[in-house]
């Protein structure tokens, strides 16, 4: 078996991982690398769609090979693609829904299939049908936007307006009855989405044996694989062992003690923690603070954090209170309830923004399914000790309609990485401070500088505490670390039995 990092080995983020054997490929992954793109691109400029894959193909932002759609090939660039490798590609096995593990999955060929956990598909289907229009293609997953030359020199693509969407082959880790209803549902009345084939893993030969097994993480729906060849190998994708799902990730490494090589992510490695937050003390902490807190509440976490958004639900309940949810919040879990029949939205409300358009998915399924559900701003003015409110940093001036008097934040999400990410918590402290906030999870020190409070946020990704005694506990011949920015722990604990490669380097076991 030949294992080839293409990206991803020594950044946390960006995974590409191919494996081959007797002429049959699989990528484990294929992200976004945003510690990448951020040498190059940042919110206001980023790669221009109208020239397909060339930026990201020049800048080094993808890898050279010969697997790409056509139609984001521009005419100029076509020469220079099919001089490089294609490589096998059976399919793409997806981990969970994060866009450093799936941004760049709709720019590949696409005849290759995705395979991933239901929930994890309908995350994606989400994410699409709640894209911007013009956004870059990393959310055309599982259905894309077909590009045809504007112009005659063949250098300038642009989305066919007039074709309806064509989707990629499904291949499901379990069965889910319901989900082709969500998959080929369209969210623009004028455009079918064209449906393509929806297997599980049982019912598709991919080259190789894959198992798939769900674990822990802070995206529902991330699953590990064990891919068996001439050699048995285990990836992990992104996993944990402090969530309310850890005894699904305990599953996966008693079935992984037979992989004779152990793909893992390292993300927490080269970090000092004293403390290793699990989610039952977040929810401790926060309905420590939310017990005690006058007026408007704001509740601050990840986008697609179902766990942590369910955690302030029981907040909310225990304390009189009830959580609202922006539209696009409402969109993914009345799409997650297409997988798995669970009411997600029962007893929330909806913020209702004044805006002068809505998108269709806003329109026709959220308003269309919960209009009742709906709070307009004027009544969490008139009525702020009644709620719990789900805004982020992005959703800062929609305060100015609620105009609180002072109130609660909770921030409850990972600290900033980055100087750009700094500048926007400084901003962030800004308007909290304009309304008169109590922060909590966080405050900004005399420089600007974010300082941040332990407590109130679980880390999606396992310590490195854990993560030795794991690999202790599968005691693989092999390991190769990725998702890390210190590979170097693994060989330092692990010797010879440590792979550490470059991006773009190549292994044979």
Known sequence: ????????????????????????????????????????????ITERTARGIYDLWHLGLIPKLNIYRADLIPRDLTSEVIQYPKVPVNAVLISHAHLDHVGNIALLDENI?????????????????????????????????????????????????????????????????????????????TKKIIPNEVKTLGEEGLGFEVRAFPVDHSIYGATAYIVEGDVSLAYTGDFRLHGKNGDETKKFIKAAKNASVLITEGTRVGREEHENVSEREVHENALKIVEEAKGLVIADFSARNFERLETFKKIAEKTGRELVVTAKDAYFLHALKMVDGADRLENLRIYGNFKATQQKWETLVVWGNYSDYYVSPFEIRRN?????????????????????????????????????????????????????????????????????????????????EELREVIGEIDP?????????????????????AVILENGESWEV
């Open 384 to 464: 702020p000790e009644n709620y719990i409110l789900c805004f982020s940093f992005y959703d800062m001036p929609h305060l100015l309609d609620v105009m609180p008097d002072g109130g609660t934040y909770i921030y409850s999400s990972s600290e900033a990485f980055g100087e750009e990410q700094e500048f926007s918590f400084l901003r962030l402290w800004n308007w909290l401070q304009y309304f008169g906030f109590e922060v909590h999870g966080f405050k900004v020190d005399k420089s600007g500088k974010p300082i941040f409070e332990k407590g109130l946020h679980a880390s999606g990704h396992i310590s490195r």
């Open 113 to 189: 299939p995705i395979v991933g956990s239901p929930t994890t598909i309908t995350i994606l289907k989400a994410l699409n049908d709640t894209a911007a229009s013009g956004g870059h293609f990393g959310m055309e997953i599982p259905y894309y936007k077909v590009r045809k030359n504007k112009d005659e020199e063949g250098y300038i693509l642009e989305a066919d307006r007039k074709a309806h969407y064509p989707s990629r082959k499904v291949i499901l880790t379990e069965k889910a009855e319901q989900l082709d209803e969500f998959l080929f549902h369209p969210i623009r009345p």
């Open 477 to 497: 011949d092999y390991i190769i670390p990725v998702h890390t920015e210190n590979p170097r722990w693994f060989e330092a604990n692990w010797g010879e039995k």
């Open 1 to 44: 078996m030949k294992v080839v990092i293409y990206d991803g080995a020594n950044t946390i983020g960006g995974s590409k991982i191919h494996i081959e054997e007797n002429g049959n490929g699989l990528f484990l992954d294929f992200g976004m690398n945003f510690a990448k793109y951020s040498r190059y691109y940042e919110e206001f």
